[in-house]
């Protein structure tokens, strides 16, 4: 767990230096025993798919958060996901399970469970164990993802993901979608949005852009404005970027043309992330737009693979040696420790 000695201050933030990351207080090379002094798999809501990637009736085994889980969607249309094993013999749900209507039934003995994990019928016998239920999760499907609820302790859901305006208006494009596998913690690559200076001397800005942040409750909000490269010379472009706890990122980009990016990451286990960008531009049916907001989407690409190895490569300090000018680092830190 990270120190609570951080603090936010008007013109930077501070952490005392690491006793094992500072050579008078204790030699550089003692590295901890983990990447991460924290869990890798937090609390909150986290994608499980695409909703354009599971069709009516399919049937998908998921490897997240260090296990297996079976993702099916219904004949309704109602995603659901579930432990992948049944409760009669242990059968595998993903390996030859069917959906029929509302039900994903058993290859091994054609028992059939519901979307809330009960058995709803045995094919051969008169009554149904009280016992019959599969350990099943909750689920929403908004803005093209279906996102599924982790809680360590079984808790209820503590905040809700959002109804953007953007997905599916005719103004926007649709969304650009990518995937990686990064050997990285959802923290590393979450935290850049608070990491001031590392926009100039990683993507390339003409400034360092201050950055506020602020914290409401399961939402963090940080702000930056900075100067960058355009067609024709410079412009300003302003960046805002909600945290809705830490598997769902929306960022909005204005300045240059409206950008939206829905960033997604869920842990596959302890060391590496399953991450997903969703690009978006607002063209307004312009083909000259259009053609921009392709350059943008190209370009935002590659600053993800400029990001890459150093998070694929880096440590994080449970108390690191911050400065004047880093950024809302320790503010951002504070905040989501209430995931893990």
């Given at each position: ?36 002094p924290f869990t890798p798999y ?180 940080a702000e930056s404005v900075f ?114």
């Amino acid at each position: 767990m990270f120190s609570d000695d951080m603090s936010e201050t008007n013109r930077g933030h501070s952490a005392e230096p690491s006793r094992s990351a500072t050579g008078r207080a204790g030699p550089a090379s003692a590295l901890p025993e983990s990447r991460y002094p924290f869990t890798p798999y937090p609390n909150g809501w986290f994608r499980a798919a695409y909703s354009s990637e599971l069709a009516a009736g399919e049937v998908r085994i998921l490897n997240f958060f260090g296990r297996e889980w079976v993702l099916y969607r219904t004949e309704s249309g109602q995603a659901c996901l579930i432990d992948p094993h049944c409760v009669h013999l242990g059968a595998h749900l993903g390996h030859g399970g069917e959906v029929v209507g509302e039900n994903i039934r058993c290859p091994f003995h054609h028992w059939e469970f519901g979307v809330g994990g009960s058995c709803t019928k045995i094919p051969y016998a008169g009554r149904i164990p009280s016992r019959a239920q599969l350990a099943h999760h909750e689920v929403v499907e908004r803005n093209g993802l279906i996102f599924f609820h982790h809680d360590r302790e079984g808790g209820p859901p503590r905040f809700e993901i959002p109804e953007l305006s953007e997905i599916g208006d005719s103004a926007w494009t649709e969304p650009e979608i990518m995937h990686w596998k990064v050997r990285a913690s959802w923290l590393d690559m979450n935290e850049n949005c608070v990491d001031q200076a590392h926009f100039k001397f990683v993507h390339g800005t003409l400034t360092i852009p201050p950055t506020t942040a602020r914290a409401e409750g399961s939402l963090h909000i940080a702000e930056s404005v900075f100067t960058m490269r355009i067609p024709g010379g410079e412009g300003e472009t302003k960046l805002v970027t909600l945290d809705y706890g830490p598997g769902f990122q929306v960022v909005r980009m204005t300045g240059l043309i409206d950008t939206l990016m829905l960033n997604t990451s869920t842990a596959i286990d302890q060391e590496n992330t399953d991450v997903s960008f969703a690009y978006s531009v607002k063209f307004d049916g312009d083909p000259k737009k259009k053609k921009l907001a392709e350059s943008v989407v190209r370009d935002l690409k590659q600053q993800f693979e400029h990001d890459r190895p150093i998070w694929e490569n880096k440590i994080c300090w449970p108390r690191p040696v911050l400065c004047e000018g880093d950024g809302p680092i320790a503010h951002y830190r504070k905040w989501y420790q209430q995931f893990i």
